[in-house]
Nanobody, 118 residues
Framework: QVQLVESGGGLVQAGGSLRLSCAAS????????MGWFRQAPGKEREFVAS????????YYVDSVKGRFTISRDRAKNTVYLQMNSLKPEDTAVYYC???????????WGQGTQVTVSS
């Protein structure tokens, strides 16, 4: 099993920045990739960004490209999401996820709230 704990959420004004962290523990050696998802009130959970843990290949949803950056620190088993130029529509609960099977997101964190005021 893998345990994921997110931190770094909060309230920020539009145009501001936040950095989310996701610390992994447990059987982390088996992980292939980690990612961030978000769910706004009344909406389905959506993919935001992911990164492979070996090669560091990153993927982003179009709406955050150029504003968000995902990175990883393998020594700390931690993935970060640097969010700049935040918009009110970025308001959501952000979830960290880990992919062990290369076919699905197998483990999830509890989520951290990000609120962007206009």
């Amino acid at each position: 099993q893998v345990q994921l704990v997110e931190s770094g959420g909060g309230l920020v004004q539009a145009g501001g920045s936040l950095r989310l962290s996701c610390a992994a523990s447990g059987r982390t050696f088996s992980m292939y990739a980690m990612g961030w998802f978000r769910q706004a009130p009344g909406k389905e959970r959506e993919f935001v960004a992911s990164i492979t843990l070996n090669g560091g290949t990153a993927y982003y949803v179009d709406s955050v490209k150029g504003r968000f950056t995902i990175s990883r620190d393998r020594a700390k088993n931690t993935v970060y999401l640097q969010m700049n130029s935040l918009k009110p529509e970025d308001t959501a609960v952000y979830y960290c996820a880990a992919d062990r099977t290369r076919s699905s997101w197998d483990f999830w964190g509890q989520g951290t709230q990000v609120t962007v005021s206009s």
